[in-house]
């Protein structure tokens, strides 16, 4: 009687607990699902307060995606309004429009994927009708504009193609909350990291001003494979034992190479802190190769997806090759201690990689800038082309208000706090377990990795996208069960009452910044610019092939439909080097030497825009197109007295160009010409510049 009323005892108490286990579960899945609904709704009525998107023209919209932006949206475009998704896809992979001269796959060159299943997925929901536009009205614009047309709708295509944006940033937040209850053993560390991640929400993310950057919709799945490498850490006694993990990590890894392609970068300094781990014996050999082979397989059939020579020839191939291969090799090493094995493996793994890396920079040099960009950043070095990068606020070093804002959200204080805990507890274990035993190989690969992108944003301040979330995550696990019952709070009471304690703290400026975010209300125009492109639609022939400002291009392209040669995929070699070529009209060069330099190249028409002729005050001493082009040539045209040519073009003698257009910030000068009418400027204004 008495064993059968145990076993009863011990089902109810198992069965007690499979219920409490799933009612946690589904009150995760819950605040999941409502977090990433609330962020959807956030960023979108974001990007809408700043624009007034709903009322705006088709033109307006398309002009608000600036630089690259509109050239991604672009190929969108392309196969939505086709007639059928086929057609729209052959046209992109047979692209002569954005490099004209060349004929290329954009699917493969630009990381079009999320812009190929976006066209695919409108064209399925356009043919089962579930899609349509749910209103339109007049604008009235003032200002002796004409009226404009706005609709609304799903069916609107560049509204589906933000609804895919929207959906993507959603999953930010859900797996930013996940990762961050996996971290912390605890859904308070999932709480707290998604409020740290909506209070610094400018700092975290730009989604909601830049829509179509690759980031938003490679950055979800980058995170999904770090979470996802993080359970396969946890398990990191076992190789190999949790396949689920391990198949999430390989389709993330592909996923995101084929989205964007700045992901091997990040890749790249995954692997370096997983072999700071295997350095240190916190992970076996054997599961570092276990997670090589999966991501060297995941980047060879992302290869098939996307341009492989950047891939193939690329720091993160080279690197994870030189170590698997060495890892595999140690692997069979009998003849040496451990310790000296270990140095030499640091060894030959840095000087296999570095020889590996420049024997291949000599045959694809696409991501040289990348690396002469961080040569500028650690020394005085300088080009044209690093200048270009390092002239703009996005690629200057972190800003001083970045630094501010996550103090005063308490966001730094805690990830700092939280790795304290972790040293801490450490030490603690390691007096029982030893080393290394005593180190949560998980936790150690997120301190690494977040330290590897606060390296990264502090040199460039757009990389903060990649340190915030992180420092997030890592600042929820101050809340996390294993830190507070070693500081004796083992009472749910007092867990929960530090938990609200901290909330209150960091909402002090954090509610503070969430609604100073929410009060932008904006309205989007360019008048100057709308001219030029409406000007370009009616006196142009289709087939004219335009030069200019590479973020001007972009969306000249898209709104005019026109071929222009050079565009802002500046991770091209060849892009770089007619960018620099069709930039010699920005020089103190002869006129007639940059006119039939920009013929060779087919151009018809070049767009000046009078801040690169006159310059800006908004830019930095040394950063105005003329003082790049004396940096360029040492000096050596200003010394001997030669005066920019740009603002001739753009005020005084045109030829042997031909001036075509005018307004008060454009000017489209003519190459190709039978008949010309030469325009003058509205107003006479004396020709000066001052260098």
């Known amino acids: 009687m008495m064993a059968a009323e145990s076993d009863r005892n011990a089902k109810g108490v198992k069965k007690q607990r499979y219920k409490s286990m799933y009612l946690y579960q589904l009150a995760v899945s819950l605040i999941g699902v409502a977090v990433g609904v609330f962020h959807r709704g956030h960023v979108s009525t974001l990007f809408e307060n700043d624009r007034h998107f709903s009322h705006l023209s088709e033109i307006e919209r398309e002009m608000s995606f600036r630089t690259e932006m509109g050239m991604y949206y672009y190929y969108y475009k392309t196969i939505a309004e086709s007639k059928t998704f086929m057609d729209g896809l052959r046209k992109i992979t047979h692209d002569n429009i954005s490099e004209y001269g060349n004929v290329i796959d954009a699917t493969k060159k630009y990381s079009l994927l999320p812009e190929v299943l976006a066209g695919y997925l409108y064209h399925c929901a356009k043919s089962m009708g579930i899609i349509s536009i749910e209103q339109c009205w007049q604008v009235e614009r003032g200002e002796g504009l004409r009226p404009v047309t706005s609709c609304e709708g799903l069916g609107v295509p560049i509204y589906f193609y933000l609804e895919v944006v929207w959906y993507c940033t959603m999953f930010t937040v859900v797996i930013l909350f996940y990762y961050a209850i996996v971290l912390g053993n605890s859904i308070k560390s999932g709480i707290i990291a998604t409020l740290f991640f909506f209070y610094n929400h400018n700092e975290c993310t730009r989604v909601q001003w830049t829509p179509p950057l690759r980031e938003s919709f490679a950055y979800p799945i980058l995170l999904f494979q770090m979470y996802s490498t993080t359970v396969i850490l946890r398990q990191s006694t076992t190789p190999g034992s949790d396949t689920d993990a391990l198949m999430r990590m390989g389709v993330s890894t592909i996923i995101s190479l084929c989205c964007w392609q700045f992901s091997q970068f990040v890749f790249t300094t995954q692997i370096i802190a997983l072999l700071i781990l295997k350095w240190m014996k916190i992970i076996s050999n054997d599961l570092y190769i276990c997670i090589c082979v999966i991501q060297g397989s995941s980047a060879a059939l992302a290869m ?55 024997d ?64 801490y507890f450490w030490y603690r274990n390691y007096q029982i377990k030893g080393y290394p035993k005593c180190i949560d190989a998980d936790l150690a690969y997120n301190g690494l990795q977040t330290g590897a992108f606060i390296i990264m944003a502090i040199f460039i301040m757009r990389l903060k996208l990649f340190m915030n979330p992180h420092l997030c995550i890592i600042a929820g696990t101050v809340c996390s069960n294993r830190y507070l019952e070693k500081f004796g709070l083992k009472n749910e009471m007092m867990k929960t009452a ?55 291009m972009a969306n000249l392209m898209l709104s005019t439909g026109r071929p222009i040669v050079n565009n802002p995929y500046y991770e091209s070699k ?118």
């Open 498 to 552: 530090v938990t609200v304690l901290l909330i209150s703290a960091m909402s002090y400026h954090g509610l503070e910044k969430l609604q100073e975010e929410r009060s932008i209300i904006g309205e989007y125009s360019n008048i100057e610019q709308e001219e030029l492109f409406e000007w370009i639609k009616s006196n142009t022939p289709e087939h004219a092939v335009f030069a200019g400002k590479m973020s001007l």
């Open 304 to 358: 098939n997806v996307v341009d492989r020579n950047p891939l193939l020839y690329s720091l993160y191939f080279c690197l994870l090759f030189t170590s698997c291969f060495l890892s595999f090799a140690i692997k069979f090493s009998k003849f040496m201690n451990t310790k000296v094995q270990t140095i030499l493996e640091i060894v030959l793994t840095i000087v296999c990689t570095t020889v590996l890396k420049s």
């Open 360 to 423: 291949f920079s000599i045959i694809c040099e696409d991501d040289a800038h990348v690396f002469n960009l961080l040569k500028s950043k650690l020394t005085d070095y300088k080009d044209f082309h690093t200048m270009l990068y390092t002239c703009s606020a996005e690629f200057d070093f972190l800003q001083y208000r970045s630094y501010e804002t996550i103090v005063k959200t308490l966001l730094l204080p805690c990830a700092v706090l939280a790795g304290m805990l972790a040293l």
């Open 574 to 691: 060849e892009m770089r080097d007619r960018t620099m070529k069709v930039y010699e009209i920005f020089s103190r060069k002869d006129a007639a030497s940059v006119y039939f330099n920009l013929r060779n190249m087919h151009v018809g028409y070049v767009v000046l825009e009078k801040s690169l002729c006159f310059g800006s005050a908004n830019l930095q001493i040394g950063c105005q197109m003329i003082d790049l082009w004396d940096m360029v040539d040492n000096g050596t045209a200003k010394s001997a007295g030669k005066l920019p040519l740009c603002p001739l073009l753009f005020r005084g003698n045109a030829y042997p160009f031909k001036r075509a257009f005018v307004n008060n910030r454009y000017v489209v000068l003519q190459l190709d010409y039978s008949y010309y009418v030469e325009v003058k400027p509205k107003t006479s204004i004396p020709l000066h510049y001052q260098s």
